[in-house]
């Protein structure tokens, strides 16, 4: 006796909707093309480099790189200089972004330049003397400032009031 429905990956459909595909695509994120970035990438894989943390450097190069192509036009890592660096703090501090994030966002690329440098992938360091915390470090100024504003705002609980 038929029922009128057939069997589609596990799943009973009427035969009126056909043959659906359930097959489940994520979004694969394309990154500029830079060998130095995908050997980095794969050096931190073969350090036993957690996934997340290997997706989040991967990333975030890729977003460093994206934003030295629109300003500076170039994407190889021997044109890269610590202008580019320079250019990028100031542009993550332009997006408003948390300390935290600007700094790590900014940890990453100069991370990744000094990797560079030490396996001899580009004669010179453009990260010499700097610092990701002090490249971002108006954001971390305006980040106390709110802090201290808002906590100077904040009304004591009526039960924790001091009592006279």
Not at 68 to 85: M, R
Not at 118 to 142: C, F, H, N
């Amino acid at each position: 006796m038929s029922t009128g429905l057939q069997n589609t990956s596990s799943i009973f459909l009427p035969p009126i909707l056909g043959r659906i595909d359930m097959k489940v695509h994520m979004m694969i994120r394309e990154c500029l093309p830079c060998k130095e970035r995908e050997e980095y990438v794969a050096q931190l894989r073969r350090g036993g480099c957690a996934f997340v943390t290997e997706r989040q450097k991967n990333r975030y190069i890729d977003e460093f790189l994206r934003f030295v192509e629109s300003t500076s036009g170039h994407t190889t890592a021997k044109e890269i200089g610590p202008s580019d660096l320079r250019e990028y703090a100031k542009h993550l501090e332009q997006q408003r972004h948390l300390f935290v994030t600007a700094r790590i966002k900014m940890l990453i690329p100069i991370e990744w330049c000094r990797w560079m440098k030490a396996t001899k992938r580009i004669p010179e360091d453009p990260t010499m003397g700097m610092s990701a915390t002090a490249m971002v470090s108006d954001l971390r100024a305006s980040a106390a400032l709110i802090r201290k504003t808002s906590a100077g705002r904040r009304a004591d609980p009526p039960n924790r009031r001091a009592r006279s």
